[in-house]
């Protein structure tokens, strides 16, 4: 079985510019989440959307970032204009339901913003 | 407040021994779940298990063991005869019903298991 896929695996760019981070989760899963991994701030979740509608977005650390959910098979996280404190390994996660249930991550994107 | 406390921030072991990960939480609520995940080299979260709040039985899995302790709000980890592939970061992680489907991370275990 598929696990949750994202894209892209490495991404490097410059200060400034547009970065989408896009996420594929598991098939059946109605629950998908957006966490950041920074050594000083360790794993913090970003958003969370169940079947397609944002829940709770309260660790979207600003208006730089948004996150959408067109369809039950993807989503993306864009940061408009990228900072170097963007920098960090950004995980989607998906899982059945809400509150309680497993949590499965992908492999995450390593990003680094010069 | 909902908290996740790993108090060993580094392990270092030598290939067989058992190693003890520890996990104490803090929440008001009545109903949470409390996950382990590792965090393999490779940098990918692996779900190791789900533990809910009304059950206290301890568990096993194959070298794995889970000791679940409401009285001490702790939910321990014990790796037995550790090989050089557990070698990880490992998370401890709380969810609350109150909270929705929101994770409370620990700040994780590096374990590392020497040959």
């Known amino acids: 079985d598929a696990g949750v896929i994202q894209s892209p695996r490495h991404e490097v760019t410059e200060m400034g510019q547009e970065v989408t981070l896009r996420c594929k989760p598991i098939?059946?899963?109605?629950?998908l989440f957006w966490y950041r991994q920074t050594m000083m701030r360790g794993l913090e979740l970003l958003i969370y959307?169940?079947?397609?509608?944002?829940?709770?977005d309260s660790g979207m650390p600003e208006d730089r970032f948004s996150a959408k959910m067109p369809n039950a098979s993807f989503s993306t996280l864009k940061i408009q204009p990228s900072e170097p404190r963007d920098s960090a390994v950004y995980f989607c996660?998906?899982?059945?339901?809400?509150?309680?249930?497993?949590?499965?991550f992908g492999d995450g994107t390593r990003l680094s913003i010069l | 407040a909902q908290k996740v406390t790993q108090a060993q921030t580094e392990i270092s072991v030598v290939e067989k021994e058992d190693v003890t990960l520890d996990c104490v939480y803090e929440?008001?609520?009545?109903?949470?779940?409390l996950f382990w995940y590792k965090q393999p080299p490779s940098g990918e979260l692996v779900f190791l298990i789900r533990?809910?709040?009304?059950?206290?039985q301890n568990e096993i899995s194959g070298r794995y063991s889970w000791n679940f302790q409401k009285s001490t709000s702790s939910f321990n980890f014990t790796i037995t005869a550790s090989q050089v592939v557990d070698s990880a970061v490992y998370f401890c992680?709380?969810?609350?019903?109150?909270?929705?489907?929101?994770?409370?991370f620990g700040e994780g275990t590096q374990l590392t298991v020497n040959p």
């Open positions: 533990r809910n709040s009304f059950d206290e």
């Open positions: 959307f169940n079947n397609n509608v944002p829940i709770d």
């Open positions: 098939s059946g899963h109605n629950s």
């Open positions: 929440t008001r609520d009545t109903t949470y779940y």
């Open positions: 996660a998906s899982s059945v339901g809400t509150g309680g249930q497993p949590q499965h």
């Open positions: 992680a709380l969810n609350f019903l109150a909270g929705g489907s929101r994770l409370t």
